[in-house]
T-cell receptor, first 113, second 108 residues
Framework: DADVTQTPRNRITKTGKRIMLECSQT?????MYWYRQDPGLGLRLIYY???????NKGEISDGYSVSRQAQAKFSLSLESAIPNQTALYFC????????????FGQGTRLTVV | GIQVEQSPPDLILQEGANSTLRCNFS?????LQWFHQNPWGQLINLFY???GTKQNGRLSATTVATERYSLLYISSSQTTDSGVYFC??????????FGPGTRLSVLP
């Protein structure tokens, strides 16, 4: 089983619908992240959480919200999906120490029509 | 914030050739990783290398933190090496910043 699991792996939704992407991890890490990747570009940070009670906006948080339900679970919501949110979404985790490797999930390919 | 550049943006190789990919960053870092994104979109950790040199099979990486760059070497390239290679850096307590990537195509 993967250390960082994202569900669903693929999703097509309609404009205006609410959708939730889920991430769970078995690495015991405190820090979790949501990134977005648009075609031909690198990853950009949406939200991050350093522990269960800590939520922070990243570079591109508008139109998104998150929930850290437990140390191991971090979900991303699109309250009212729009077509330009069509992208590949990645969840990642890392330890709370300074010099630490990040681990990524397999990605969720979201299409908003 | 910290800026990350990667070069070249695109690279086409014949199978069996060697290549060097470069990552430059604008500030000191305490965290640097190389990833391979395969044609299916999955991100694969290649190296965690904030400094020094590491090798894993045909791949090796070197980071010279004082000069703010890292290099990824691919030897005897194979078609399965195709995809996009990302460098990502972390700057003391701040989050990872990704470079724009190098798109590698290895031809049979």
């Amino acid at each position: 089983d993967a250390d960082v699991t994202q569900t669903p792996r693929n999703r097509i939704t309609k404009t205006g619908k609410r959708i939730m992407l889920e991430c769970s991890q078995t690495k015991g890490h405190d820090r979790m992240y949501w990134y977005r990747q648009d075609p031909g570009l690198g990853l950009r940070l949406i939200y991050y959480s350093f522990d269960v009670k800590d939520i922070n906006k990243g570079e591109i948080s508008d139109g998104y919200s998150v929930s850290r339900q437990a140390q191991a679970k971090f979900s991303l919501s699109l309250e009212s999906a729009i077509p330009n949110q069509t992208a590949l979404y990645f969840c990642a985790t890392s330890d709370s120490t300074e010099n630490t490797e990040a681990f990524f999930g397999q990605g969720t390919r979201l299409t908003v029509v | 914030g910290i800026q990350v550049e990667q070069s070249p943006p695109d690279l086409i190789l014949q199978e069996g050739a060697n290549s060097t990919l470069r990552c430059n960053f604008s500030d000191s870092v305490n965290n640097l990783q190389w990833f391979h994104q395969n044609p299916w979109g999955q991100l694969i950790n290649l190296f965690y290398i904030p400094s020094g040199t590491k090798q894993n099979g045909r791949l090796s990486a070197t980071t010279v933190a004082t000069e703010r760059y890292s290099l990824l070497y691919i030897s005897s390239s194979q078609t399965t090496d195709s995809g996009v290679y990302f460098c990502a850096v972390g700057h003391y307590g701040q989050n990872f910043v990704f470079g724009p990537g190098t798109r590698l195509s290895v031809l049979p």
